[in-house]
């Protein structure tokens, strides 16, 4: 378990990466830039495969298709809508509920004990997300649909998640198949709702690394991390990644440094320590 808790790290690590990444990607509808991203990690994904002579693991049940696809689909989709009908600020607030929601499932879903560190280790965690990501913000009422994408966004990676374990004899190999079916639905959004554009090579550099990084290996991380590591753990540490982007970003010279964010990473670390003593 400590080894596959310490591989789901990582994913929560290359998501840090993801802020910067888009942010390099602003000029690409966000429904574009999910095709192509996807696109990059499940070409990359089924070459691999390939190479193994594992095309196999892809022969799933519907339920785990419905699971994989319509977990990395459904999020995403909902956190794009979200962020199109409700301020940044608050839709990025509710999204990153999905943290403490991964803590709080793991009891009645897959019947792990929460202690009390646990818990105190959640609310550290998410005092610093709230204090990051609440400083100025105002919820109004105009963006009620907005508000709801976003908590059915982090309610929908919550149980796609913690439903992972559920699924632990799906071998992680199959998320390329997700990845790929991912893709698919984003091309289909983004002919739909979106006009095309087309990427800069420096942009198209950016595609890669999303593909490569925070839309590919993370995602296959994060599954082994769910399947044979501590959920309860991995849940709080997620509460690393909005603080994480965010210093990265100031150190990129995209955003300020301030007080708020300095305290707001001290919170999330102490919570992290609190959860990681627990066990």
Known sequence: ??????????????????????RAAASVPPFQLTAMSFAVSASLGLLWLAWRGDLASLRQPPIV????????????????????Y???????LLNYTWPLLIVLLSAP?????????????????????????????????????GYACAAGAALTWALYSVLARRLHAVPTQAVVGFCAGSAVLAALAHWVFEPTVIPTPAVLASVLALGLGPV?????????????????????????????????????????????????????????????RAG
């Not at 378990?1 to 888009?22: E, F, N, V």
């Not at 298709?65 to 989709?77: D, E, M, N, R, T």
């Open 216 to 276: 590919g290996l993370a995602f296959a991380l994060w599954d082994v991390g769910m399947k044979r590591g501590d959920p309860r753990l991995l849940g709080t540490l997620a509460y690393a990644t909005p603080v994480a982007s965010t210093l990265i970003l100031g150190l990129a010279g995209f955003a300020p440094l301030s007080f708020t964010t300095l305290a707001a990473a001290t919170l999330v670390a102490a919570g992290g320590l609190l959860a990681a």
């Open 109 to 145: 879903v897959l019947g792990l004990h929460l202690t009390a560190r646990h818990l105190l280790g959640v609310a550290a965690g998410l005092s610093g997300c709230l204090l990051l990501l609440a400083h100025g913000t105002a919820f109004s009422a105009d963006a009620a649909f």
């Open 1 to 22: 378990m400590t080894r596959a808790t310490w591989l789901g790290t990582g994913a929560i690590g290359l998501w840090a990466l993801l802020a910067l990444l888009s």
């Open 65 to 84: 298709w419905l699971h994989g696809v319509g977990g990395l689909f459904g999020y995403h989709a909902l956190f794009f809508a979200a962020l199109a």
């Open 86 to 92: 409700a301020p940044a600020a608050e839709a990025n």
